[in-house]
Nanobody, 115 residues
């Protein structure tokens, strides 16, 4: 059974930082592209950051320079360090594990940034 469990969401003031974690089980973690997505009320879900099985990272323009994605293969966990948070970053953040013929999502964690 595949599980992706996010944690770390919280209420934080503008300019603050948060670190999200996504613990996985039931997948061969090292061969998946792991990503963080977010969905704000009334908006479509968007990619925030992703890290490929090779370790290559990709960021949305809106998060580049502020967010950092990383992974711990030994712990089957992917992280999202978020700095300089802005009210526009308020959303539910979802963890995603993807490869050919496989696409898994976590339940999401709420991040709220107050101005």
């Amino acid at each position: 059974q595949v599980q992706l469990v996010e944690s770390g969401g919280d209420l934080v003031q503008s300019g603050g930082s948060l670190r999200l974690s996504c613990a996985t089980s039931g997948i061969n973690f090292r061969i998946y592209t792991m990503g963080w997505y977010r969905q704000a009320p009334g908006k479509q879900r968007e990619m925030v950051a992703a890290i490929a099985s090779t370790g290559s990272r990709n960021y949305a323009d809106s998060t580049k320079g502020r967010f950092t994605i990383s992974r711990d293969i030994a712990k089957n966990t992917v992280y999202l360090q978020m700095n300089s948070l802005e009210p526009e970053d308020t959303a539910v953040y979802y963890c995603n594990a993807k490869r050919v013929m496989a696409d898994y999502w976590g339940q999401g964690t709420q991040v709220t940034v107050s101005s």
